[in-house]
């Protein structure tokens, strides 16, 4: 039996989660991935690494730039471009300037950093969740086949995710309203192709980050290794636009999808080179961008037992909203609990 079990190992789960144990509860996160961080996702191929889902960070609000300034005081991140350029239908060219900041060593970094204390269970599917006789929580696994208990439980994870596994519990257990918000809540998909080049590929771009604005294959291109310190080659980061993504989502193979992306970017960018990579890797976003997002910062059920849903689609503001999000989740808890001194005020002196 543990205190708190936090479903998902994104940024607002771990938030969560470090509230929690910080406070004095005894938490278990539950991942289903091998890493940490969600769409804060960094893959290691061909020798280097690349951000293939959240790209950088631009805070908008004081606590995700208290955090990116906590992070580069670690030398975590740093500043990777003041100018993200903007691709318009009529191939005009404008700008967005406010500073980015990414992480050298690969974006998840911002997720291990939130890590350390934490119990957290990687590569472990929740399949089930049920009510016991002793009145916890109980989480099925199913990789293990093991079963968890907990009084309290946080799923931090996409909405139709979560939907999908409490739906079974049905509106007595959590009630008819919550269902139907949680089942409100709607995602844009989206693709990510990584493709690496030849050292020798000319001419490089002059940019470090551009938007297609109302495109129909392509969302934003990112140069991927002007992040890293020493690259060994060019490579590049693609997401596809949300209507590109509906096309393919169910597709078995992406790799076609991919070499279209790389295709229309290399006839937009007049970078021919770029249709012809040396590798290529995609991965599938099902649940990328909130597109109808619950404008509450978690949204919790109607139950006995303690049962708070968080994560970037409570407010749709991505890493602040998930952060802001979980810190949310983390005082919903402790109010159904035991009510103990969380450090929301001084979140980051948990990091001193």
């Not at 999908?164 to 049905?170: D, F, I, V, Y």
């Not at 998909?189 to 990584?194: D, E, L, Q, R």
């Not at 596809?240 to 169910?250: D, K, P, R």
């Not at 503001?317 to 979980?326: I, K, Q, R």
Request: proline letters at 7%; one cysteine or more.
């Amino acid at each position: 039996m543990t205190d708190v079990a936090v479903i998902g190992a994104g940024m607002a789960g771990l938030v969560c989660a470090q509230q929690l144990t910080q406070a004095g509860y005894s938490v278990i996160v539950v991942e289903k991935s091998r890493g940490l961080g969600g769409r804060v996702a960094t893959r290691r191929l061909n020798e280097t690494w690349a951000d293939h889902g959240a790209c950088y960070l631009k805070p908008k609000g004081e606590l995700l730039g208290n955090f990116v300034e906590l992070l580069r005081d670690r030398n975590i991140l740093e500043v990777w471009t003041d100018t993200v350029y903007e691709l318009k239908p009529n191939s005009e060219l404008g700008e967005n300037s406010a500073p980015r900041y990414v992480a050298p060593a690969g974006m998840s970094a911002i997720a291990k950093f939130l890590a350390p204390g934490l119990d957290i269970l990687l590569n472990q599917r929740v399949i089930a969740i049920n009510q016991t006789p002793e009145n916890s929580w109980r989480l099925t696994l199913e990789s293990s086949n093991e079963e968890l208990t907990a009084k309290a439980l946080v799923l931090a994870i996409p909405a139709p995710q979560a939907l999908m596994l409490l739906t079974p519990l049905g509106e007595s257990v959590l009630g008819k309203e919550f269902l139907d918000n949680l089942s409100s809540v709607e995602f844009y998909p989206c693709i990510s192709a990584i493709a690496g080049y030849p050292a020798t590929v000319q001419p490089l771009p002059h940019w470090k980050a551009l938007n297609f604005v109302d495109d129909p294959v392509l969302g934003w291109i990112g140069f991927d290794s002007s992040k890293r310190l020493n690259p060994q080659q060019p490579v590049f980061v693609l997401q596809s636009s949300a209507n590109f993504a509906q096309v393919y989502l169910e597709s078995s193979d992406l790799q076609p999808a991919a070499q279209e992306m790389l295709q229309h970017a290399a006839e937009s960018l007049r970078l021919p080179w770029l249709g012809t990579p040396e590798w290529m890797q995609v991965h599938r976003w099902r649940y990328a961008f909130p597109s109808r997002p619950w404008q509450e910062a978690v949204l919790s059920a109607n139950s006995s037992l303690p049962l708070v849903c968080c994560g970037d689609w409570c407010g749709g503001n991505l890493v602040e909203g998930a952060m802001l999000s979980g810190l949310a989740a983390s005082m919903e808890i402790n109010n159904q609990l035991h009510q103990l001194l969380l450090p929301n005020m001084n979140f980051f002196k948990v990091f001193t």
